[in-house]
């Protein structure tokens, strides 16, 4: 029941105020307004961007009202997250005005969000060694290392995923349902709260994505889904993990992630830059391929759910 009432919650909130959110960012001209010389831009009339708000305020009422992390915790996850919010809406604002923001701002304030979140203990440790049963503890700038890239990493190809009506958040969906199992098998109450209510903002707002979009979430919504779900990742499935369940977050995040490596790949292979946005994440070549975007989101939500299946085997092997 402390599960479901955390779901309903969250989702119920995101219900209401996206809506009200959608006629503000209208009334602002805080729209997505088609691009026809954009090919990444598929849609064809204006799309209010104000959505992500609703996400956070969802999971945010929902996470104060059901998590028992310390004060410490939930501050570095809440202001952390609206470091997150706040960036991606200057972000946003830019895009609507037709202008690029710069990239090092952003990637400043990412980092510090995650900082803030490593300074307050959420953060990859170690693992177990499963020839000596030990847990095997990195070093202190390792383990800075890894959260940090692991936190940027995850909020930045969820973010990238955000090109089609419906992906990203289907797949950040996709990927919190499956932590969020993972969490109750690790009895990891907090990380299982946290993933829950990512699930229920998640289905509010696919109600308005879903094809035809009436609603966007923009790099704001994006990125903080990425945010969390990076962040329930340390805090369940990475807990205590052995060499084997360290992939189980990385196949729940699979698509997103797997994809994204592919394209980094290949701009430095042809000497583009990793950070500037294009068309060649798997959703736009499947588009180019001959699919129409139903049958796009369609093919990727089938794959995330198999890799997402596989992730929570892994958690179940007795090893």
């Known amino acids: 029941m402390h599960y479901l009432a955390a779901f309903l919650l969250s989702l119920v909130i995101a219900l209401i105020l996206i809506p009200v959110l959608r006629r503000w960012a209208v009334q602002l001209d805080f729209v997505d307004k088609p691009r026809p010389d954009n090919e990444r831009k598929l849609h064809r009339e204006p799309i209010p961007l104000m959505a992500g708000i609703a996400l956070f305020v969802g999971f945010a009422v929902t996470y104060i009202s059901f998590s028992d992390m310390t004060l410490i915790e939930s501050a570095a996850v809440l202001g952390g997250s609206l470091l997150i919010l706040l960036i991606g809406l200057v972000d946003d604002w830019y895009k609507v005005s037709r202008r690029e923001f710069p990239a090092l701002p952003k990637l400043i304030v990412q980092l510090l969000a995650a900082l803030l979140v490593y300074l307050a203990g959420i953060r990859f440790s170690g693992f177990s060694n499963p020839f000596t049963d030990t847990y ?63 699930v229920g903002v998640g289905l509010a707002y696919l109600k308005y994505n879903k094809p035809p979009a009436k609603v966007y979430m923009g790099d704001s919504g994006a990125t903080f889904l990425g945010f969390i779900l990076a962040i329930i990742a340390l805090d369940g499935a990475f807990k205590q ?26 701009r430095l292979k042809n000497g583009q830059k990793i950070y500037e946005a294009d068309a060649s994440q798997i959703h736009y070549r499947l588009l180019s391929s001959g699919l129409n975007p139903k049958q796009v989101l369609f093919v990727l939500c089938l794959v995330s759910v198999c890799l997402s299946l596989s992730s929570i085997i892994l958690v179940l092997l007795p090893i």
């Open 136 to 198: 095997v503890v990195l070093p202190e700038w390792l383990q800075l290392v890894l959260t940090l890239l692991w936190i940027f990493g995850v909020t930045t190809v969820i973010n990238f995923t955000d090109g089609l009506d419906g992906l990203a958040g289907s797949l950040a969906t996709i990927s919190a349902g499956t932590l969020f199992v993972v969490a109750i098998a690790q009895q990891e109450s907090n990380s299982a709260v946290m993933a829950i209510s990512l």
């Open 241 to 266: 993990a052995t060499v084997l369940s360290l992939f189980v977050p990385i196949l729940a995040l699979g698509v997103p992630i797997f994809d994204n490596i592919f394209v980094v790949l290949k």
